[in-house]
């Protein structure tokens, strides 16, 4: 998962109340462990807990090998935003020496050059857009037996 600006601020807002990449991802998924995933429409998922929502955007991206992945970020010398969702590291150094410590195998890989951020994981990546409030129906599919709302001044 990459992070638009509006989502990075939203989650230092609601979950992660530190800056740093590490404490921001770690906040994002230690809430998706705890959330239910919501497929809206080929392009749109959400993931909530009954109290917040996380809406994304998938992207798109290529399989390729790690020695593949290796060569294509060799030219890179500028700081960027790397992350690897199969390990849950994300970082903010250079391309190259985040793929050095990571396994063999075959990845998605994710890079826009402009935003400076690399995604390299075995799912497809997704751009976090926000993160939100949860709406009525979303709260009644996180909770699959629905939930009593009760009025704090007794019966009505």
Known sequence: MLLTRHARER?????AKRRR?????SA???????????????RVVIFTDGR?????????????SLEE???R????????ECVFFDGRIARHTVPR????????????????REKKSLYIGSEEPMLVITIRPAKREERNQASPTGTTNISPKGSS
Not at 11 to 15: E, I, P, T
Not at 73 to 80: D, L, R, T
């Open 73 to 80: 970020v060799s030219g890179i010398s500028e700081a960027y």
């Open 69 to 71: 992945i290796r060569q």
């Open 21 to 25: 990449p590490e404490r921001m991802y």
């Open 28 to 42: 994002l998924w230690d809430f998706l462990d705890r959330s239910q995933r919501i497929d809206v429409n080929e």
């Open 97 to 112: 020496k985040f793929v050095e410590g990571l396994p063999d195998g075959r990845y998605c890989l994710y890079m826009n």
């Open 11 to 15: 989650l230092v807002k609601r979950l």
């Open 52 to 64: 917040r929502s996380l809406v994304c955007a998938r992207l798109e991206c290529e399989m390729l």
